[in-house]
């Protein structure tokens, strides 16, 4: 979810009750807000908010039913979520390539912090950071070519 979206402040409150009955179903429930954890959203691949993943050891599968309490607490009392598609392999959230998909949408916050910096504390112009972020990428290019 995301704070500002519109559609997770409109399921926040069945969430929240989905989350009090969740001792009684034998689960956890979990709530993760991609603005402070963009690389949940990188590795999970989010797409569309808010989006809802049930794991199961390890296996992952994406709920893409009715968001009430009654639709959710069916889906797991009466296991519906055996009869969705797990993820694909490539896919799923523990995979290399959704470790390296995290790893990007990390870097992205990084560069934006720095920028932010750069032009908000030191005063530098936009243009200027967006030339230092050039020169470095094509620095980081060659040396990687070398």
Request: aromatic share 14%; hydrophobic share 45%; with cysteine.
């Amino acid at each position: 979810y995301a704070p500002w979206c519109a559609a997770c402040q409109q399921i926040e409150l069945t969430w929240e009750n989905f989350a009090k009955e969740s001792e009684h179903l034998g689960i956890t429930v979990g709530k993760v807000d991609v603005t402070q954890e963009p690389g949940l959203s990188g590795r999970f691949f989010v797409t569309t908010l808010p989006t809802i993943y049930h794991a199961n050891d390890g296996v992952f599968r994406r709920y893409r039913g009715s968001r009430t309490l009654e639709d959710l607490q069916g889906y797991v009392l009466e296991r519906k979520w055996k009869a969705v598609e797990p993820v694909a392999g490539w896919r799923s959230p523990s995979s290399i390539m959704m470790h390296g998909m995290a790893g990007l949408f990390h870097l992205s916050g990084w560069i934006r912090q720095i920028h932010s910096y750069l032009t908000g504390t030191l005063g530098i112009h936009v243009w200027i950071s967006y030339a230092i972020f050039f020169l470095a990428t094509l620095l980081i290019g060659l040396f990687l070519g070398l």
